[in-house]
């Protein structure tokens, strides 16, 4: 097989997932106290997404499945010393790092959609927690409001920290990841 034909690697559920969820991200975060409508509409859009991707990981294509990309931690820390030692075994769908990264940003979001209903049912009486909250204290409402604002800020240090790791790995293998998340598309090796 020649390496430079390119195979189909993300499918296009996958790709339409990670953008999407890239920019309500972006959205919620940018938004936070000052557009509450449409911070509100960008944590629902992440939450939809989140169970999607729950279970696309189970049913999904081959490289969006986590039994394809979920790795114990020991095999996550030999990559990452491959890469520290600029020899990273290359892998089709996601490498050792990525799919350790999946999963925490996977939880970080949930935590932060967790919290942020949460501060939505205590400050605002609103959202399907509102009712949990009818009687609660204001102080419950700021430990929440905490809660969400350091998951949010912890998701956004995860991405920092997911496109440097994509960065890293682009240039380490010679190849174009961010494109290949856009065309689904991979160099076959």
Avoid at 4 to 11: A, C, S, Y
Avoid at 73 to 82: F, M, N, Q, T
Avoid at 119 to 145: I, K, Q, R, T
């Amino acid at each position: 097989m020649n390496s430079m034909q390119e195979i189909k690697v993300w499918d296009p559920l996958v790709r339409l997932f990670h953008w999407t969820l890239a920019t309500a991200f972006f959205i919620a975060y940018l938004s936070e106290d000052d557009w509450l409508d449409l911070h509100v509409l960008a944590g629902y859009t992440i939450a939809g997404l989140l169970v999607f991707r729950l279970l696309w990981g189970f049913v999904g294509t081959r490289h969006a499945r986590f039994s394809d990309f979920v790795r114990p931690p020991r095999e996550v820390l030999a990559y990452l010393k491959s890469m520290a030692l600029f020899h990273p075994k290359r892998y089709l769908g996601h490498n050792p790092a990525g799919g350790a990264m999946v999963i925490a940003l996977l939880l970080s979001l949930a935590m932060t959609i967790l919290t942020g209903l949460s501060v939505y049912g205590s400050e605002e009486m609103a959202g399907p927690l509102a009712g949990l909250f009818a009687n609660a204290s204001e102080f419950v409402g700021d430990v929440f409001e905490e809660l969400h604002e350091f998951f949010a800020n912890f998701t956004l240090f995860l991405v920092v920290f997911h496109v440097i790791g994509v960065i890293l790995a682009s240039l380490q293998h010679g190849e174009n990841l961010v494109r290949s998340m856009i065309n689904g598309k991979k160099s076959a090796e």
